[in-house]
């Protein structure tokens, strides 16, 4: 784990060096962990009901404790541990390492602004990388695979709203716009809400060449590009409209997973999550 203050914030940088031996035990650890506890237990019905977990990394590419994260983030995404569950996973690359070396290309302030407010609602002293938040409320680090199992087990466990993606599209241009329709069930939700989306990269990599990680070709899945509010869930109520997102350049319009979410303000809990790859 490897903590850093936000700039000018005159806090001194702290940071955990871990082997990198050490480190790639610890994602095999924290997997086996999940499927140990999974075995024997019947995987869900492909008609029954599964419950969205959405589970965002903050990472970094300036970083050397997060390229383990970064796979196991991949291995959740692939092997889907829990069952009953659907992990939504979201790879966000904050930009206050961008300045020790290596400027990580997928790095945005937006996602660091979004970590900050996870530390005040969490409680915590600073931001950290790499740090995995889950459904708003829980987070754990990369050196305790017991938390990490706890707590994706319990999330699994917890009733969602139903959120709906339909006809997603990206209409190629200059800019190219993401086209959809949200719709949220929301008849049982006691509280207002706000309704996101992510525009993600499905996969990403990087070769570095500079900086803790440098000579290492990185790769990443779900690399958020675009985060949006949208609207707003109002408690008791339905949410339903169309979508048309202006997409920053670049974006590899064959290579793009699309996230709806709904999370109480704080940032708080999130309710409802739901995800669509684009196939164009």
Known sequence: MSTLPNRGSGVTRMSVAINSNIRRILVVIAFACLATVMKGQSPAVADTPVTPILVELFTSEG???????????????????????????????????DHDGWKDPYSSAAFTERQQEYVRELGLQTAFTPQFVVDGTKQFGMDNSKQANDTLLKAGSETMVPVRIESAAIESGSPSVLRAHIDVDGTSEKHNADVFVAVALNQAESDVLRGENRGRRLTYVAVVQELKRIGKLEKGKHFSQDLNLKLNPGIALTNCRIIAFVQESGPGRVVGAALQKIAN
């Open 63 to 97: 970083c050397s404790s997060c390229p383990p994260a970064d796979t196991f983030l991949q291995q959740l995404d692939d092997f889907q541990p829990v069952p009953g569950a659907r992990l939504i996973v979201l790879s966000e690359h904050v930009d206050y390492w």
